[in-house]
């Protein structure tokens, strides 16, 4: 069982940065790939950007590309997502998930609470 918490949400202007952190409880976390997802107010879920757990294969969302950067420390059980350039349409409550393999793909296997990241335009 693997418990994760995000954190590091807020309220920012186009243009500005956030960095989200997510936390997690279980001493496997180097075994498990770690994605980033997001669900937009009145929206699916969506993709943002996965790693592998060993941080060597990252994939992002063609949306994110160029201005989101994922990354993990391995020592710290925590990753993490760099958003730089925000736009208002990145607007959404943006979740971390664990899973066995990296998948840019939905079910993962572990899902954290969700923080809130809105950008004003």
């Known amino acids: 069982q693997v418990q994760l918490v995000e954190s590091g949400g807020g309220l920012v202007q186009a243009g500005g940065s956030l960095r989200l952190s997510c936390a997690a409880s279980s001493r496997t976390f180097i075994s498990y790939a770690m994605g980033w997802f997001r669900q937009p107010p009145g929206k699916e879920r969506e993709f943002v950007a996965a790693i592998s757990w060993s941080g060597s294969r990252i994939h992002y969302a063609d949306s994110v590309k160029g201005r989101f950067t994922i990354s993990r420390d391995n020592a710290k059980n925590t990753v993490y997502l760099q958003m730089n350039s925000l736009k208002p349409e990145d607007t959404a409550v943006y979740y971390c998930?664990?899973?066995?393999?990296?998948?840019?793909?939905?079910?993962?296997?572990?899902w954290g609470q969700g923080t809130q990241v809105t950008v004003s335009s």
């Open positions: 998930a664990a899973n066995d393999i990296m998948t840019v793909a939905e079910p993962y296997d572990y």
